[in-house]
């Protein structure tokens, strides 16, 4: 079965800059990429990296980086520049190939604050 392996969360002051992990295992996958949502707010897009173009919410144009390793099933976010306004719960999301089924990891929390 599918199993997702998130790393790299905490916390960073404003400006700042961490690197999230998450490492995919048990099927072959299509589109590899980030979610988060803060508290009150609904889930939203980061990035995704989608047949190895990336994708990138308006927010984090700029900011953010994702990458991904192909030989290792994982996908990356280099988060640099961070504002409080980042804070949130972030989560990995992949889609399998072919069947297009998506899977969620754990979640990771990022806090920025002074």
């Excluded at 599918?2 to 299509?30: H, K, N, W």
């Excluded at 009150?40 to 390793?69: C, H, M, Q, W």
């Amino acid at each position: 079965q599918v199993q997702l392996v998130e790393s790299g969360g905490g916390l960073v002051q404003p400006g700042g800059s961490l690197r999230l992990s998450c490492a995919a295992s048990g099927s072959i996958f299509s589109d590899m990429g980030w979610y988060r949502q803060a508290p009150g707010k609904e889930r939203e897009l980061v990035a995704v990296n989608k047949g190895g173009s990336p994708n990138y919410a308006d927010s984090v144009k700029g900011r953010f980086t994702i990458s991904r390793d192909h030989a290792k099933n994982t996908v990356y976010l280099q988060m640099n520049s961070l504002k409080p306004e980042d804070t949130a719960v972030y989560y990995c999301n992949v889609r399998t190939f072919p069947y297009g089924n998506d899977y969620w990891g754990q979640g990771t929390q990022v806090t920025v604050s002074s």
